[in-house]
């Protein structure tokens, strides 16, 4: 058999010609670019970018304060000098009206605080231990008593701090004298207890099971000799025991007036006939000043947009009602204290959101500044913003004046600053 040739001829030329195709296709289009070495500079034609991972060996410094990020593009040109940050003011020793030096009294949350009967020390509930403790300026500890009391959830003390009514979750309540370590159980359907200014009678809200049976009520620190002064009814949010130090009004009364106001009543132990006065707001708390002729209450309402504000108005005798002033503070009066017939301290946050008189419990959390107000005059002066941050629930004064104490609702613990 002879071969084909001519077509054996045909098939290699055939084959020879799609390798040589693909051979050039490959040289021209698929073969990867010898890269060109050229030298290489930072400097840019006038408004082109450097291409991507250009210069990628080239040291570049951190950016100095107050640049740009890429400013420092060449290693070894320092940037402008790093300015010193600015020292951080000092809080002073004794209050001055600035930045005031705060000093922690307690390690734990205290309770109840109030200023004991010399004067000078603070004496509080401590729920770790459940004992009553005392404290004293420069921070020595020492316990009321050695009786434990466990869970005491509302500390009411008598004016000479010698005995306090206790009451318990669980309803229970007793009166204890610290001094005769004496205790008496109170019927578990009294509440919101104040004491007489000698300390020997309690005025109270008499809870019984049915709204006939409710009433406001006084009866002896030992819980004897009730009797009862008026029908509370359904009314019982509205009335508050309060007895003044002139021991002339046991309790107050508001009553809704219109949309802003309402009329406040003084309640005496023996049916008198006091004035009445108008109040400017609603959610109405009321603290007397020591000779029981002035309150100093905190309101709010739409003027304020609903945050509490302070106001003072005389409260005695005929002069009940007179000499209504707004002090243009808002706080509420439960952050305010007297240190004398004229003067109160009081402790403003520094932040309050509007409806913080509507919802105090989630906006109270602002730090404060602390201010003292000359009741005379009108006059407020800042006092001190205590070092920390803190957000004060209460003021004590110490009584000589030199101290000023405060339980902070921050942390809890009992603070001191010194005012002179």
């Not at 290699?12 to 500079?41: D, K, M, N």
């Not at 250009?54 to 100095?64: D, H, P, S, T």
């Not at 500890?141 to 869970?151: A, E, M, R, V």
């Amino acid at each position: 058999m002879s071969l084909n040739w001519k077509r054996i001829l045909l098939v290699i030329g055939f084959v020879a010609a799609v390798l040589l195709l693909a051979y050039l296709l490959y040289f021209f289009l698929l073969r990867p670019s010898v890269p060109i070495t050229t030298p290489t500079t930072t400097n840019q034609a006038p408004g082109t970018l450097p291409g991507t991972n250009e210069n990628a060996n080239i040291a570049v410094n951190a950016n100095a304060p107050g640049t740009l990020p890429g400013a420092n593009v060449n290693a070894g040109v320092p940037g402008p000098p790093t300015q010193p940050a600015a020292a951080a003011a000092a809080a002073s020793t004794v209050a001055s009206g600035g930045l005031t030096r705060s000093t922690a009294l307690t390690d734990g949350r205290s309770y109840g605080s109030t200023l004991s009967g010399d004067g000078s020390s603070v004496q509080f509930y401590d729920r770790n231990s459940g004992l009553f403790m005392r404290v004293t300026a420069d921070g020595r500890t020492t316990p009321l008593s050695d009786k434990i009391f466990f869970q005491v959830e509302q500390i009411t003390w008598s004016p000479d701090k010698g005995k306090a009514v206790l009451e318990y979750p669980d309803g229970a309540n007793i009166l204890y004298d610290f001094t005769t370590k004496q205790q008496v159980t109170l019927p578990a359907h009294w509440k919101d207890f104040d004491f007489s200014p000698n300390g020997n009678e309690l005025v109270f809200k008499s809870m019984g099971s049915g709204e006939e049976s409710r009433w406001l009520s006084i009866a002896g620190a030992d819980g004897s000799k009730a009797q009862k002064i008026e029908h509370l009814g359904d009314k019982d949010a509205s009335v508050y025991p309060l007895w003044s130090p002139s021991d002339t009004v046991v309790a107050l009364y508001s009553e809704d007036k219109d949309f802003d106001r309402q009329t406040l009543y003084f309640v005496g132990k023996n049916q008198e006939n006091f004035p009445a006065t108008i109040i400017e707001g609603r959610d109405f708390r009321g603290q007397w000043s020591p000779g029981g002729d002035q309150l100093l209450y905190s309101v709010y309402s739409s003027e304020s947009g609903f945050r509490p504000t302070l106001w003072v108005v005389s409260a005695q005798g005929d002069n009940i009602g007179q000499n209504r002033r707004k002090l243009n503070l808002d706080t509420w009066v439960d952050k305010c204290t007297f240190s004398n017939h004229t003067t109160a301290y009081c402790a403003v946050p520094k932040n309050l959101p509007e409806n913080a008189g509507i919802f105090a419990a989630e906006m109270d959390s602002s730090p404060a500044d602390i201010y003292r107000i000359d009741l005379t005059t009108g006059l407020k002066s800042l006092v001190a913003t205590p070092e920390g941050g803190h957000n004060i629930e209460q003021l004590i004064p110490s009584a000589d004046g030199r101290y000023l104490y405060f339980t902070s609702k921050t942390d809890g613990r009992l603070y001191r600053i010194q005012l002179k």
